[in-house]
């Protein structure tokens, strides 16, 4: 059974950090693609992050600048450093595990942003 377990999340202030992470199990991640991906009421899911399986990376405009992706694979685990956070942060944030025909999807975690 694959599992993806989001952690990190909560309120906090405009211009604040947080640290996400992103538990998988089931799956040895260095073969995936693993990505964060965000949803605020009322909002389509977008694209917040993304780390490759060769460790290159690749950021939604809305983030650029201001958060860092990063794995461990050793620990089967994925980070967000959010830092500079605005109120338009706020939103559920999933992770995602990608391998060709194969991808996972987290349960999300709730941040708040408030200003």
């Known amino acids: 059974q694959v599992q993806l377990v989001e952690s990190g999340g909560g309120l906090v202030q405009a211009g604040g950090s947080l640290r996400l992470s992103c538990s998988a199990s089931?799956?040895?991640?260095?073969?995936?693609?693993m990505g964060w991906y965000r949803q605020a009421p009322g909002n389509q899911r977008e694209l917040v992050a993304v780390?490759?399986?060769?460790?290159?990376?690749n950021y939604g405009d809305s983030v650029k600048g201001r958060f860092t992706i990063s794995r461990d694979n050793a620990k089967s685990t994925v980070y967000l450093q959010m830092n500079s956070l605005e109120p338009e942060d706020t939103a559920v944030y999933y992770c995602?595990?990608?391998?060709?025909?194969?991808?996972?999807w987290g349960q999300g975690t709730q941040v708040a942003v408030s200003s």
């Open positions: 995602n595990a990608d391998r060709r025909i194969w991808a996972y």
């Open positions: 089931g799956i040895s991640i260095s073969s995936y693609d």
């Open positions: 780390i490759t399986s060769g460790g290159s990376t």
